[in-house]
């Protein structure tokens, strides 16, 4: 059937689209339990928050549900969301442009800033999002090595040419947990040509405990040019929902608004989100949950003797040798992590913080198939 397709179709997609790997999202449960019938899987692979949603994000997309309904189209500029952000970070109301998940900003901005064979500067081993954005424009990512487990801020500056118009950041970095530090960040900065910009990926930004971190929001404030975006997949526990930020001078939103698609957040998105910042309880919960377990696993590994990356965020690596075996392996037992070997870490795995059971039962399921090894 589908060569079927093939042969009578002779459409053409660009040789930089077709060289492009398709993103590989981490296993759904159900795909789990269908194809090794395994019951009660836990999935430990994506970041996700394992206490489930914000209960009153819940609760204000019933809502909008019962009196708005679906029938007309959302508020594109999704006014009372970005109001209500702009008046939390204490920034004017046209620095924020809302996506349909973060992953939304990245590819509006890479499609508004980056032509033919133009530069974007991304570290190895990242969010693989970026590299998919650029490569979809037709432009040239350039990866710097991580130098210990974090972005190498000076080699990424050096990696800097006249046709370079993005460098990414993560912080704190997905999936090594490591922070930049605010005056690193600094040093940075004045070495970056002001037609550059800076994306710092805040995703996980509410777990972060470190106090020397950067504050970004105020560098937008002071008009540099830089994007910060954030999510409320993580932290607030509606990825599915699909909503997410940035932050930036008005000058780049002005250039971004102009391709945004009109409708790229939805009513019920928007509502979520809404609610979702005024559940201070929900947050608290989590990152309290999060802080516990991440201490938790650390002690139960230290007794395992396994290595591990400390982490300024709700995963970490684990360092358990053959990454890829004792992935399919915990699979088998119902336990969905990441293998790190497509990052370049043959030797690790991730895991995000789950409940405390969960934390329990990956680790002895853990220390069960590295026996067996
Ligand atoms: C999860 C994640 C995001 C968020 O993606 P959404 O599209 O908002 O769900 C962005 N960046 C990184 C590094 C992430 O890990």
Redesign the pocket.
């Known amino acids: 059937m589908a060569d079927k397709q093939n042969t009578i179709m002779k459409l053409q997609a660009p040789e930089y689209i077709t060289s492009i790997t398709p993103y590989p999202p981490g296993k759904p449960m159900e795909e789990l339990e269908r194809e090794l019938g395994i019951n009660r899987p836990i999935k430990l692979a994506?970041?996700e928050n394992p206490l489930g949603s914000s209960p009153m994000a819940i609760k204000a997309i019933n809502l909008a549900l019962e009196l708005d309904g679906l029938h007309r189209y959302p508020d594109g500029s999704g006014f009372n969301l970005s109001k209500k952000l702009a008046d939390m970070l204490e920034v004017p109301q046209d620095n924020i442009v809302l996506?349909?998940?973060?992953?939304?900003i990245?590819t509006i901005l890479t499609r508004a800033f980056l032509k033919n064979n133009d530069e974007a500067v991304i570290s190895e081993s990242?969010?693989l999002?970026y590299e998919i954005s650029v490569r979809s424009c037709g432009a040239k990512p350039v990866f710097v090595p991580l130098k210990s487990f974090a972005q190498d801020l000076d080699a990424i500056a050096k990696a800097i040419t006249p046709k370079t118009r993005i460098v990414f950041l993560?912080n704190p970095?997905?999936p090594t947990g490591s922070i930049i530090k605010a005056e690193d960040f600094t040093d940075f900065l004045d070495r970056i040509p002001s037609d550059v910009i800076t994306v710092m990926?805040e995703?996980?930004i509410e777990f972060a405990t470190a106090t020397d971190s950067i504050n970004s929001i105020d560098l937008v404030k002071a008009g540099k040019p830089i994007v910060v975006?954030?999510?409320?997949?993580?932290a607030y526990g509606l990825?599915g929902l699909?909503?997410?930020y940035g932050v930036m001078p008005g000058m780049i939103t002005s250039i971004l608004e102009r391709i945004r698609p009109p409708f790229n957040t939805g009513i019920l998105a928007q509502a979520g989100a809404i609610a979702a910042l005024e559940d201070k309880p929900f947050l608290q919960k989590t990152l309290k949950l999060v802080k516990k377990e991440i201490s938790f696993l650390y002690s139960e590994l230290d007794i395992l003797k396994l290595d591990y990356i400390p982490t300024q965020a709700n995963f970490f690596l684990i360092k358990t040798g053959n990454a890829k075996q004792i992935f399919d392996a915990l699979l088998k037992e119902g336990v969905i992590v990441r293998s790190m070997a497509s990052y370049g870490f043959e030797d690790y795995i991730r895991i995000n913080v789950g409940l405390h059971e969960e934390n329990v039962r990956f680790i002895k399921t853990l220390e069960k198939v590295m026996k067996n090894g």
Request: hydrophobic share 30%; glycine share 10%.
């Open positions: 994506s970041n996506g349909n998940g973060s992953d939304d990245i990242s969010f999002m993560t970095h997905n990926d995703a996980y975006l954030r999510t409320f997949s993580k990825a699909r909503i997410g």
